[in-house]
């Protein structure tokens, strides 16, 4: 049974950062792939970053150049630094994780078991 659980959205101002959190138990945390999927209303849920056991990371296009995914092995702890956020970041924000497979942030957003998601509003 995994157990997923986010923190730190919120409000930002356009070109503002934030940082997410996320809590892994920790099977996948130490031998899953895990990450950060995001769904806009009225939009199809998408993949933003992932990152593997070995600390391997994939971003999606948009998130390049201003989100870093890292983990903190010692606490279990996966986090998601946004920068230069824009309008369009807008959208709840999942922490995500799977087992097998390849491990990227497409593959997460279809097969990935999700928490509850942290809102994030860029205006």
């Known amino acids: 049974h995994v157990q997923l659980v986010e923190s730190g959205g919120g409000a930002v101002p356009a070109g503002g950062s934030r940082r997410l959190s996320c809590t892994i138990s920790?099977?996948?945390?130490?031998?899953?792939?895990v990450g950060w999927v995001r769904q806009a209303r009225g939009k199809e849920r998408e993949g933003v970053a992932s990152?593997?056991?070995?600390?391997?990371?994939n971003y999606a296009h948009s998130a390049k150049g201003r989100f870093t995914i890292s983990k903190d092995n010692a606490e279990q702890i996966l986090y998601l630094q946004m920068n230069n956020l824009k309008p369009e970041d807008t959208a709840m924000y999942y922490c995500?994780?799977?087992?097998?497979?390849?491990?990227?942030?497409?593959?997460?957003?279809?097969?990935?078991?999700r928490g509850q998601g942290t809102q994030v509003t860029v205006s």
């Open positions: 990152i593997d056991h070995e600390g391997t990371t």
């Open positions: 920790g099977y996948f945390y130490t031998r899953g792939c």
């Open positions: 995500a994780a799977m087992y097998g497979g390849t491990c990227d942030e497409t593959q997460l957003s279809m097969f990935g078991f």
